[in-house]
T-cell receptor
Framework: DAKTTQPNSMESNEEEPVHLPCNHS???????IHWYRQLPSQGPEYVIHGLTSNVNNRMASLAIAEDRKSSTLILHRATLRDAAVYYCILRDHRDDKIIFGKGTRLHILP | EPEVTQTPSHQVTQMGQEVILRCVPISNHLYFYWYRQILGQKVEFLVS????????KSEIFDDQFSVERPDGSNFTLKIRSTKLEDSAMYFC?????????????FGPGTRLTVL
């Protein structure tokens, strides 16, 4: 599986935007970029995914670099509830399973 | 909003005992998964299941593990003879479709403690 690299942890202030980076320099043409998050003591939760174009949904935005070797998850206005581990994951279009890395632990400061 | 449910939330067992972890996936989903997370470690894939058979399993999913969809709503994970190292959170997930574009919905997990 192609690997992703994320910072171990980040901090942000409540009500400010958060940009979570992810590097995936060995991404292949058939890999989708997925983001999941895991709130404390809960199961993982889908956030967003994309292939080449930037994507928006009610939870977040995903900005994908033109060469697809990096991406950024954007939380437009962080709340305390957004404190979680955020996982950037590559999934081949044929791949059912999700391979989780260590992710980025996001701390939100009130 | 539909959700995946799991029971029990916490299971304590003695080493060598059999345990069955239960999951009710989202009703129109066809693909089912089990993952586990040992305390402080990554979430690890165990097995995927579709059309009443295993479609993929990891190295962790050895002969001690089995999965079953005994009826139209439940999906179970059985550990035949538990070991201390089986202590972990076990997450069930389901999805409507498969492949890299699908969204997997995870349950809240069952915490298994093997003594």
């Amino acid at each position: 599986d192609a690997k992703t690299t994320q910072p171990n942890s980040m901090e942000s202030n409540e009500e400010e935007p958060v940009h979570l980076p992810c590097n995936h320099s060995t991404i292949s043409g058939t890999d989708y970029i997925h983001w999941y998050r895991q709130l404390p003591s809960q199961g993982p939760e889908y956030v967003i995914h994309g292939l080449t174009s930037n994507v928006n949904n009610r939870m977040a935005s995903l900005a994908i670099a033109e060469d697809r070797k990096s991406s950024t998850l954007i939380l437009h206005r962080a709340t305390l509830r957004d404190a979680a581990v955020y996982y950037c994951i590559l999934r081949d279009h044929r791949d059912d399973k999700i391979i989780f890395g260590k992710g980025t632990r996001l701390h939100i400061l009130p | 909003e539909p959700e995946v449910t799991q029971t029990p939330s916490h299971q304590v067992t003695q080493m060598g005992q059999e345990v069955i972890l239960r999951c009710v996936p989202i009703s129109n989903h066809l693909y089912f998964y089990w993952y586990r997370q040992i305390l402080g470690q990554k979430v690890e894939f165990l097995v995927s299941f579709y059309n009443n058979e295993i479609s993929e399993k990891s190295e962790i999913f050895d002969d001690q593990f089995s999965v079953e969809r005994p009826d139209g709503s439940n999906f179970t994970l059985k550990i035949r003879s538990t070991k201390l190292e089986d202590s972990a959170m076990y997450f069930c997930a389901s999805s409507e479709s498969a492949g890299g574009t699908d969204t997997q919905y995870f349950g809240p997990g069952t915490r298994l403690t093997v003594l």
